[in-house]
């Protein structure tokens, strides 16, 4: 995913900050260590506590 080009729809952006927010995020840099753990595949973990009785 890293340093691929990507165009999408913002939903939710009704407000000016949170286009400001956006457009800030594109100077944000990440480390090759970060992107790698970014892109690491999700592993869903065990439901504890109250999440765990409402099915």
């Known amino acids: ?6 165009a999408e729809i913002m939903e939710g952006m ?3 900050h949170h286009v400001d927010g956006a457009i800030d995020a594109i ?5 090759d260590e970060e992107i790698a ?3 690491k ?6 439901l ?8």
């Open 37 to 39: 753990y970014l892109e």
């Open 41 to 46: 595949p999700y592993v869903p973990h065990k």
């Open 14 to 16: 009704n407000e000016p």
């Open 27 to 31: 100077a944000l840099k990440l480390t």
């Open 48 to 55: 504890v506590g109250v999440m765990a009785f409402n099915h």
């Open 1 to 6: 995913m890293a340093g691929h080009e990507m």
